[in-house]
């Protein structure tokens, strides 16, 4: 009976192991992984021991946000005070983060969460000009190709996506959709967006930035923002119809 018994487990086993080495996977594309830590490690910039404090045009401004919440959840300003923290500092650093928790009275761990969870927060220091080229799919097909955007970037100074010219002046990386597909390529350079970009006028902004010259935000095509140019971004040849086209004369 025992030896049934160790016959049978052994064709169970055996019929296990076959299906687990022939059993294929969905896929097999690696995860995608950031090129961020969510996790925090002290650096000599960036550590609980450097002091910081909004200096007093941050701190009326705060107030005024502060006037847009119930006092029961003025933790809803955490992302406008994390943002005023990165503008008066240059990145959120830990101490940033410490304070605007200070200030709401949250936990910590509450402004963390924030923190590492948007990509529009610096954990780390940038440059004075933050290159942010969209390179997804759109970016990638439209005008010229961000990969061409991306070449003429890297050529020009000398960086790859995710580091910082030696001088601190320019911080490269490579982000997902900007939202502003109908003129791509496009590159976010701070606050503001360069459109329909070529690697020329790629170039020139970037000499423009080095010379501390004043760029002009937009599409560098010379089109109004998304508008169409006639017989290059549109079908439309003719003037279109008006209203009752096609319309009943008696209704």
Same mark, same amino acid.
């Given at each position: +009976?025992?030896?049934?018994?160790?016959?049978?487990? !052994?064709?169970?086993?055996?019929?296990?192991?076959?299906?687990?080495?022939?059993?294929?996977?969905?896929?097999?594309?690696?995860?995608?992984?950031?090129?961020?830590?969510?996790? $925090?490690?002290?650096?000599?910039?960036?550590?609980?021991?450097?002091?910081?404090?909004?200096? !007093?045009?941050?701190?009326?401004?705060?107030?005024?946000?502060?006037?847009?919440?119930?006092?029961?959840?003025?933790?809803?300003?955490? +992302?406008?005070?994390?943002?005023?923290?990165?503008?008066? $500092? #240059?990145?959120?650093?830990?101490?940033? +983060?410490?304070?605007?928790?200070?200030?709401?009275?949250?936990?910590?761990?509450?402004?963390?969460?924030?923190?590492?969870?948007y990509t529009m927060f610096n954990r780390q220091p940038v440059g004075k000009y933050f290159l942010q080229l969209c390179t997804t799919?759109?970016? !990638?097909? #439209?005008?010229?190709?961000?990969?061409?955007?991306?070449?003429?970037?890297?050529?020009?100074? !000398?960086?790859?996506?995710?580091?910082?010219?030696?001088?601190?002046?320019?911080? %490269?990386?490579?982000?997902?959709?900007?939202?502003?597909c109908v003129n791509a390529p496009v590159m976010a350079i701070n606050d503001d967006y360069y459109e329909d970009l070529t690697p020329?006028?790629?170039?020139? %902004?970037?000499?423009?930035?080095?010379?501390?010259?004043?760029?002009?935000? #937009?599409?560098?095509?010379?089109? $109004?923002?998304?508008?169409?140019?006639? #017989?290059?971004?549109?079908?439309?040849?003719?003037?279109?119809?008006?209203?009752?086209?096609?319309?009943?004369?008696?209704?």
């Open positions: +009976m025992n030896s049934v018994r160790v016959l049978v487990r !052994q064709a169970a086993t055996s019929t296990i192991r076959r299906s687990v080495v022939s059993r294929r996977a969905i896929h097999a594309s690696p995860a995608a992984m950031s090129d961020a830590l969510s996790v $925090h490690r002290d650096t000599p910039e960036n550590n609980a021991s450097i002091p910081f404090e909004f200096n !007093q045009e941050n701190k009326k401004r705060i107030e005024e946000i502060l006037k847009k919440y119930p006092p029961q959840y003025k933790k809803g300003a955490i +992302m406008p005070l994390l943002d005023l923290g990165q503008r008066q $500092h #240059g990145f959120t650093s830990l101490s940033v +983060m410490n304070e605007v928790a200070r200030l709401l009275e949250v936990p910590p761990m509450r402004v963390y969460e924030v923190a590492t969870f799919t759109p970016c !990638q097909l #439209g005008g010229c190709g961000s990969t061409k955007i991306l070449d003429t970037i890297t050529e020009q100074l !000398q960086i790859q996506p995710g580091e910082t010219t030696k001088d601190g002046l320019f911080t %490269l990386v490579e982000v997902e959709c900007a939202g502003a020329e006028t790629t170039q020139k %902004l970037l000499d423009n930035l080095k010379a501390g010259k004043p760029i002009t935000p #937009g599409p560098q095509t010379g089109r $109004h923002t998304c508008e169409p140019a006639p #017989g290059v971004y549109t079908s439309l040849t003719e003037e279109p119809y008006g209203p009752g086209f096609k319309v009943r004369s008696d209704l």
